[in-house]
Structure formats: C-alpha cells, structure tokens
C-alpha cells in the first residue's frame, strides 16, 4: 500500500523541515521527487544525498512568488514527464498582531503563502487536464482555524490555503483532480530550533519544553509524521478523500480546553 512508482511529485520547500520529510517519504515510496526551492543550493544538495542512497530525485531553483518562473520550471518538468502530485509546503512565518505588522512584512506573506500557493496551482493544473488527473495537497495550519497569539497574517494565509484546497477540489471534481490539505500544530523542524534561538536567547530549553506542551498530547510533531499523512493524502489509496483539511496536531483544536 501507498506505493508511489512511477509517479512524478512536486514539492515546493522540499529540501528542509516537512518539506524535505515529504520528499524522503515518497522518493522512498517509488516516487520521481523535484525539489523546487528557492534556496538551490541546499535543494541540490538533498537531492544529490538521496540519489546517493538509489532514489530518484531532482532539484530546481523557483521562487514561488514569480509567476513566470514559476511556469517555466514546471513546464519544463512536464515536458519531460507527466506530472501526478504537487505538494504546495514553500511557507513564511510572521510574528505580530494587525496593529504591529509592517505592509512589507503583510506582502511577504501574501506573496509566498498565498500567491505562491496559486502560482503552482496555475502552472501545474493544465497538464494535470491533459494527463487525465492529478493530487493536490496544500500545507494549511491550525492558526487557520483557531486563535493563535501574534499570528494575524500567518494565520490569514493559512486561511486561504484552506480557502483554495476547497475551491480547487470543487472545481475539478470532474476532472480527476483530487485537492487536500493539511493543518500540523507545532512541528519540531530547524526552522523552530532557530526561532527560539533568535527569539528567546538563553531560555531555549525552557521555551521549547513550553510550546511542545501547548500540544494536549505533550510534545512536537516530528516532520515524518506529518510526511506520513501526506503521502496517504497523495497515494491511489485515498482516492475517495477530496476537499478535505486534515488536522495533525496532538490534540490542540479539539482537546485544548
């Protein structure tokens, strides 16, 4: 089960935290990975230590946020071979409330977050209606749902994540094209490793062992779990799950009370 041979995926954000987890997990499942990065360097070298280790995988440099760029590398790919999944993870994170967040930072976020999302929606749906179909999954989060402190606009685009996952999957149902999403809670990747570095100097253990409890189920979630319910999302198995936003998070929407 939850085999992916001979199948093409798209990962934005796929060489570092979930996104690379993502990346392992379907290489792994038979799979034909591109990384599509915007840090190129660190995406080749993923992909070189993976097809080290016998799997096939590519990468290229995107910046999600240009739609002509965007085209071009995805074309490119399907030019080559018929692509089957794109897992939409490229994200920014924002700390501040609407009174505190600069229209630079409100942009940025629109830009990867939202706009990036729509770009590769764009680019890739096409040759999903000449191959017959395809799987779609977006990363969402649970600051989409609930009130997370300092999150206005991180947790506004994650919003219109859900908002496209559902507006997509309604609009192709016909078309074998399947759309989902995810909503992890707090993931336990680099990128948290530094943001309590940066944020919180001198208290990281203190601080980590603090937001690992906001979770009921008393810790992070590890990138591999997350992985894990993506490729489910993006295999044959689940072809009856569309239009959906799965809550991976410990227990924090139902349980925090």
Known sequence: MF???????LVTGGASGIGLAITEVFAKQGATVHILELNFAE??????SL????????????DVAQQANVVAVIDKIAAQQPIDILVNNAGVAHI???????????DRIVNVN????????YATIPHFLKSGGGVILNT??????????????YSMSKGAAISMTLSVAKDYLK?????????????HTPFVDGFIAKNYPGQEAETFDKLSKTQPIGRMAKPEE??????????DEAGFVTGCDYLIDGGFVKLNN
Do not use: M, W
């Open 3 to 9: 085999q992916l041979t001979n199948k093409t995926a």
């Open 43 to 48: 995406a080749q070298q993923v992909a070189e």
């Open 51 to 62: 097809r080290a280790a016998g799997l096939k995988v590519q990468a290229h440099a995107i």
């Open 96 to 106: 501040g409330k609407a009174h505190t967040t600069a229209e630079t930072d409100l």
């Open 114 to 121: 939202i706009k990036g999302i729509y770009n590769c929606l």
């Open 140 to 153: 969402a989060s649970i600051a989409a749902t609930v009130g997370i402190p300092d999150r206005f606009a």
């Open 175 to 187: 078309d074998n094209i399947r759309c989902n999403c995810i909503s992890p809670a707090r993931v």
């Open 226 to 235: 997350i992985a894990a319910l993506a490729l489910y999302l993006c295999s």
